[in-house]
């Protein structure tokens, strides 16, 4: 039996937990499809922006600058996969290069070029298509320049409308939540929030892997 000191300590820890999760959500919970003007649903278009993003999103380069060129892409009318293959290969490095994509632009104009093609003749240029077929990470890898990472970034993200994939806490989402003295289960740390707090979780978990300015900043509002 727990003395009642220990209850307390335990008491204590979850609320100063609960506090976190509050904090990280309310400061950087927006998830990066939100930040790249991406309003997601169970459609065609976002959720081929959400691929899009997430090609972009996986290379070695900052996420602001993969967001930025998210943002671009779509701003030279490169929305969907019909358009972005018809486009030309330099209208794609172009818009690339708009949103600071510089050091991998041609090689990922190629990328989003075939992908789309892949998403036409394989889909339809709908991906809810793949979503039907019950095998969404194969399918994903399938796609020039989506790998592992890129399947995680994706599915990270469109837990919000695929609910089935809930909840989606990888290895970079709780790296996140260890550093903040968080639970290293995504079961636990599910529970902490509601299920369409989910992907916002998600994406402020990474934030915090990703930063050490992210993790203090959050550590800070919390003990406030």
Known sequence: MKSKSAGTRQAGRQDQQQAL?????????????????????D??????????????????????IAVASARALVKA???????????????RVDALGEGGYRRYDERTATQLGKGAELVLDRW?????????????????????GIGPMGVSIFLREAQAVWSEYQPYLDDKA???????????????????????????????????????????????????
């Open 124 to 144: 339809g240029g709908d991906l809810r298509k793949l979503h039907k077929s019950g095998d969404v990470e194969s399918g994903l890898r399938e796609v020039p």
């Open 174 to 224: 709780l790296q996140g939540a260890e550093r903040l003295g968080l639970p290293k289960s995504p079961q636990k740390l599910a529970g902490m929030v509601k299920k369409d707090q989910l992907a916002s979780l998600a994406a402020g978990l990474v934030r915090v892997a990703l930063s050490a300015d992210v993790s203090r900043d959050v550590w800070d509002a919390a003990r406030g």
């Open 77 to 91: 009318g490169m929305k969907d996969p019909k358009r972005m293959l018809e486009a030309t290969w330099q209208q």
């Open 43 to 64: 459609t065609p278009q976002p959720l081929y922006q959400l691929l899009v993003l997430s090609l972009l999103l996986s290379a070695r380069i900052r996420a602001d």
């Open 21 to 41: 999760v509050r904090e990280l959500l309310k400061r950087h919970g927006t998830t990066y499809a939100e930040e790249a003007g991406i309003t997601l649903r």
